[in-house]
């Protein structure tokens, strides 16, 4: 199960970045580019539950998991945002989407950079 999660992860590590610095290049959000974060989004979340088994399935309260909750409820709200600013077409929310999606990439990292710290044996 952890080589499930760690792939989980690390996939949503790929589809979030790509989609996010694809969307920040291009400068204008694409529908790829949303289906990269619903696709992260799901990564994220299921990599998430799989560890979350692995560790006794109770939610810690400590920094990893913490900004770990902060970074899924954020990446629910980029993509459901996303969505709707999508079908909206509006050309100036098209244009700065990727401010908020650099700053939810960004949080993201924390907890993934505290889980690699933490799975190879370091204290966050």
Known sequence: ??????????????FYTVGVWSEKK?????????????????????????????????????LHGVTGALAIILMIFHAIWGT?????????????????STFVWGVWLVPYVIGLIVGMGGKP
Do not use: E, R, Y
């Open 26 to 62: 291009a400068g204008i959000l694409k529908p790829w580019h949303l289906i990269l974060f619903w696709f992260g989004l799901a990564c994220d979340t299921t990599g998430t539950a799989l560890m979350g088994q692995l560790s006794g399935g109770s939610f810690q309260l400590n």
């Open 1 to 14: 199960m952890l080589i499930s999660a760690i792939v989980f992860i690390t996939a949503a590590l790929i």
């Open 84 to 100: 709707i600013v999508l079908l909206k077409k509006a050309p100036k929310a098209l244009k700065s989407f990727h401010q908020l």
